[in-house]
Structures are given as structure tokens and as C-alpha cells.
């Protein structure tokens, strides 16, 4: 079993390779892979070998996660939980087989016990198997601690228990359901197990027709661009889905990836931790975070001493650090020319206008359409033209006295002092 899997897996890195060359080449057609496919030249092909350490990313699947496996965009890893069930995994083992795709397979304790056969066929055919829990409880996130840890022990000790060589069980460990609970998580840590969510499912569970299945994966996988798809091989919607979604995949220039955990004789593959990132932010991209405040020290706590005169830039003989004098220069005048006598003429009938700044508002306004108003013989106004105008006085002061003028035009007559008239009329 060591020996074909090593076999395997230098195959995979010779294709990883040559796919880079031809990549390099041609622009990275996914045929290059399917070359390695005996019999099957049309074949999707896998495209690389990812190789996982579970301490350094623990918790991977943006449905539930920060982080996801580190993939470079239209590669996918096909992830299939629940089984063995002869009747469908073993079509879900041939249609892959066919087209040289390796896959991740998370097993029910209860289906390795119930099909040991199963569990070995996986391992046989390269994919890399994880674990799904004993009986598959939907309550992982509410039952008590002891129990979760039974449910992933039995899962693991059947599982591995099927296999010829139990060093092949990769500890990977997918809740059933997905229904996370932080101390289910830490658990499995704590452990070196990890845990396993998906970038997006298909929703092959559900009473939906296989051709459903087809279009929410690929739909769902090309709003996400590359990920983790999750599928069920207990399903026969999944059986028929599969074939259709394969060959769109390689139709829509997707990739496959397939993920082993490292090992000592198989170290991690390189990445940065960015790459565990659906999206990873680019300088193009705005983040949300504000850059973290360094923790400074501060060496000296004692209280600051007050600054001297001199640290201030003045000079200490002249002591006040008032304003400095200007000297004013003493020929601005002489270089200024003489105004003009007719600087300070006053036009002809603006010396109302400029006395009724101190007068109401009013008492301005009709100032001064009175000092527009065309005079009419014997300096009467002329005949007014509007409403506004009616009530408009002749201009011409006259030093009427106020309260004896009985007319409404001596009363709105110009110069005075309007102030005076204001308080006598209030009175
Ligand atoms: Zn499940």
C-alpha cells in the first residue's frame, strides 16, 4: 500500500510539473493533465496535490470559516460525505476513476462497519479519506463534550479499522451537518485533526432533481471562483449529477485539486497565509481594519522638566515674548498719489439715501424711491406709478415739525429724525 501510494504520488507531482511546463506553454489547458489518464484522453484529470498541515490551519471552508484550503483560481476540491453505500459509491468511485480525478471522502463509522470493502476501495483508488463521526448525530453543537468525542473516536476506530494499512486515515474530520461547536472544534485540535467545512454544497441531500444538483454546483462554484465542493456518494441524484458537473468543469477551464495531509516523509506545501483566503486582499482593495497601535514602552515615567526661555527661540535679554513692533514705514505717504477733488463728491440725491442708514427699513425704502421720483412742477412729485409708490413723499426737507405735520405725506417725509417720530408715535 506504502509503495503504490508513493508510486501515486510522484505521478502527481511529475504531472503537477509537467501541467507547470505546459501551462507555461500553452497557456494551462486542462488536456495536459487528462495525457495521464490511460484510456480516457478526454479526462478532467487532477491537476495537483495539495499537501495540508492541520496544526498550522485548523479550521478550513468559507461556509463556516475564515479561512479555506489555499487555491489559486478554477481549482476545486471535491469533497463526498456519508458513505460507503455500496449501491452509489461504488458508481461515484468508477465515474471519477474515469476521469483520473482524486477526491476527499468523509466516512460514517456505521457505513465503514457495515461496508469495510468500501473504505478499502477508496484508499486503493489514491483518494484520500477522512472521517464524519460515528452515526452521524445532528446535534454536534448542542450535545455534551463526552459524547461528541465518542461519536469522532467510533468514527475513526471503524474507518480505520476497515483499511488494510490504518496510516492512510488522513485526520481530517467534517461535522455532520455542519453543525460547528467551538469545543467540538477545539477538541478536535486539539488532537491534530482538521476540520473540514466547504466553500459551497450542492445541495444533493434535498429532494432536488440531479440536474438541480448540476446547477447549484457549478453556479455556486463560479460565484466563488475555486473551492471546496461538497457532495454526498450515498445519493443517486449525485450519481447522475456527477458525469454532467465533471465535464462542465473541464468545459469552464476548472482544475481539480487533491489534498493529502503532510506527513514526515511529506512536508506541507509552501503557501503564505494569505493564500488561506478566499479573497485575499489586494493593494486595490480597501480593508476594513485599521492598521493595529504599536505597543510603545516607555522607558521614562518622571514628569517632563519645564522648558527654559531659551528652548523657546527668544531672546532672553529682551524678556516679554510679546508680539514685536513693526516699524512703520516712514515715506508710504509720499509714494501715494494725491486723490482727486472728486473723490469725495457726493452724487446728487445719494444724501438721502446715505442719511437713511441710521432709518428703519421701511423709512429707507421709500427715501429712496423718493429721491428717484421724477419731480412734477412746483417740486411736487410726479403722479406715483404703483402701489408701492403711493404713499411716497416729496423729497425736498422740510422741516416740518413731527406731530404738527397733519398730512400722511408730512408724516413719511424725509429728513428727520425718524427715532424721534418712532417714540412719539408709540406714545
Ligand atoms: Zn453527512
Redesign the pocket.
Known sequence: MIGSSVVLRTRSWIVLCLGGFLGLLTTASPAAFAANCPGHPDALGTSRTLVVDPREHPRIGTMQYRETLPLKDHEVVLTF??GPLPKYSNQVLQILADECIKATF?I?GQQAKANPEGVRKLVAAGHTVGT??MD?PLTFDRMPIEKAEAEINGGIAWTSAAMTDPSKLAPFF?I??LMRAEGVENLLISRGIQVWSADFPADD?RHVSSDRVYQLAIQRLEAKGKGILLL?DIQARTVAALPKIIRDLKARGYRIVHVVPASADQPATPTTPVEWLLHPPTETTPIARWPSVPNFVFTQTGTLPAPALADLNAQTRHQPLLPRRTKALTDVATTLPVPGRDLFAIPEGSIDVLLSTTLSRRAATRLAIAAETPRGPKGKPAKPQGRRTAHAAPAAPKQTRIGQAGSRQAKSAAPRPTHVAGLKKRA
Open positions: 460525505d456519508d468523509f460514517i464524519h463521526s452521524h467534517r455532520p451537518g441531500w454526498h
